[in-house]
């Protein structure tokens, strides 16, 4: 059974009740030093293509179709099964904390992951 999976912004305080915490962006966030961030790890290898990140560019209007792209980025990718089969053992375990940087907390990269992530074990579980 899969514990918790959260989301939080990196620039957001660490707290004990953050379980495992994962930076799941392909670049290191501004102004934040890797004190501060208090990460266990940075998995940059599972964040979107930059090809995709570009396409999106953080446009609220594109999410469901940047949302479609990056699953299927999540199901064809040998690296990426990899590093989800990770969290998801972290995630067996303990909380885990999937961290991002971007300003738009309803549209991001560790929200689709986190949805995915969800629905993958919900279908396990059958």
């Known amino acids: 059974m899969m514990h918790q999976i959260l989301v939080k912004r990196i620039y957001d ?5 953050d379980g495992v915490r994962i930076l799941v962006d392909r670049f290191w966030p501004r ?3 890797k004190e501060r961030a208090a990460i266990d790890e940075w998995m940059k290898d599972i964040a979107p293509s930059a090809d995709l990140c570009k396409w999106f560019g953080h446009q609220p209007e594109r999410f ?4 479609a792209r990056y699953e299927r980025e ?3 990718d040998p690296i990426r099964h990899e590093l989800v089969d990770r969290i998801c053992g972290m995630a067996d375990e303990q909380k ?3 961290l991002y940087a971007a ?12 949805r995915w992530l969800t ?7 059958r």
């Open 13 to 17: 305080t660490p707290s004990p009740e």
């Open 31 to 33: 102004g934040i030093s």
């Open 64 to 67: 469901d179709e940047f949302c």
């Open 74 to 76: 999540l199901e064809e």
């Open 96 to 98: 885990v904390t999937l």
């Open 103 to 114: 300003k738009d907390a309803d549209h991001n990269q560790a929200i689709v992951l986190q």
């Open 119 to 125: 629905r993958r074990s919900e279908r396990e579980e």
